[in-house]
């Protein structure tokens, strides 16, 4: 079984007002595979996340990881855990 990915794309993708139709044919993809992967259901290959990655002109790391992003509150306002 393979670790799951989190992901901060849902959040992203509201901030700019995009639809996950319009994502979806962006990136070459049904529109539910987005909210699959927004839920955490379904892990991007590496293609997808570049190609998610590019579309947002952000680095992947931004988008995805490995561990669970940190509130956003505590990067902007410096908190710590």
Do not use: C, W
Request: no cysteine; charged share 25%.
């Amino acid at each position: 079984m393979s670790e799951q990915v989190h992901n901060r794309l849902a959040m992203v993708r509201a901030e700019r007002k995009v639809s996950r139709q319009a994502l979806a044919e962006a990136v070459g993809v049904h529109y539910q595979t987005i909210g699959y992967i927004e839920r955490g259901q379904y892990n991007p290959s590496l293609d997808l996340a570049l190609k998610v990655a590019e579309f947002f002109e952000l680095p992947v790391e931004a988008l995805f990881s490995l561990r669970p992003f940190r509130p956003l509150t505590d990067e902007v306002y410096g908190r710590k855990q």
